[in-house]
């Protein structure tokens, strides 16, 4: 087969980011009521983002032979619990952000109270796409994607990464924290993503594992290097403020071993992402693509 040339890769995202907004635009109707949290709600979820989780969910399962079409509502209920993630980690209460996707936070248009049920409803929202009945999937491999995004969102996951985070601050840098944190906070949601595309695909366990721990790699270099942007990118090319982790005195792999090494550190996870992907057994160069855009990115 031919391998995927650094085009496709962008053909792929272009498509795919443009079928998943056409798709996350009828996830709540408009004239829904109560009218201003379902604005709040598309206010975060429709704002311009990476859509990098969503991404390599539908990487994984076209790689594993599955019609985007099939998998575009999974995909999408990795994307309501990522902005949900970002109206709460805005607020006031956490990092008190006033600028996300390049545009005022959530709390800041809508107010703290509203911000608060938005994300809740995204979130929760995110298991009603899971658990309606489809075609295309079986009821138990809709058992493991639920418990699957639960897993990763929750006290073992994303919530629990983002209390060490709350905990970590103002704290000396250390490295084994710092793994914790990225590993909870961010790594888990994207290595779900490759998950539950390996799990809507069919993959065997051994792909599974396998493609687990290139998604485990993969966000850990992801969130390293957005550690790095922080203190070398602009507010205008991140879409959010720059220099906030040093003002909010973050546990950052800046920090705690300085820009060059962390530069070293986000290559030896995509290092270990792509071996990874060397025993699955499938044509994975769609997935290379991806992990190398997302980790040498510039915003």
Known sequence: MTEFSQVDVNDFLETSVQKLNIY??????QNSEPQKLFDA?????????????PALCLAVAQTLGVAEDDVISVAAALELVH????????LPAMDN???RRGQPTNHNVFGEATALLAGDGLLTHAFTLLSQPRSFLH?????????????????????????ADLAAETQRPDISMLRFIHTHKTAALIEAAVVMGAIVGGATSEQRTLLA????????AF????DLLDVTATTQELGKSAGADERQHKMT?????????????????LAQALTSLTGVGLHTSLLVGLAKMSVRRIH
């Open 213 to 220: 721990s290139y998604g485990r790699h993969l966000g850990l």
């Open 223 to 226: 969130q390293i290097v957005d």
């Open 41 to 53: 709600m598309r206010y975060s979820l429709l704002a311009p983002g990476k859509r990098l989780r």
């Open 97 to 99: 952000d006033d600028l």
């Open 24 to 29: 996350l635009a009828t996830v709540f109707a």
């Open 139 to 163: 009821p138990e491999q809709q058992l493991e994607l639920v418990l699957c995004l639960a897993v990763a969102a929750g006290p073992y996951g994303m919530v629990g990464g983002q209390q």
């Open 253 to 269: 792999y800046p920090a705690a071993v300085g820009v060059a090494e962390t530069r070293k550190m986000a290559d030896d996870e």
């Open 83 to 90: 902005a949900y993630s970002l109206i709460h980690d805005d």
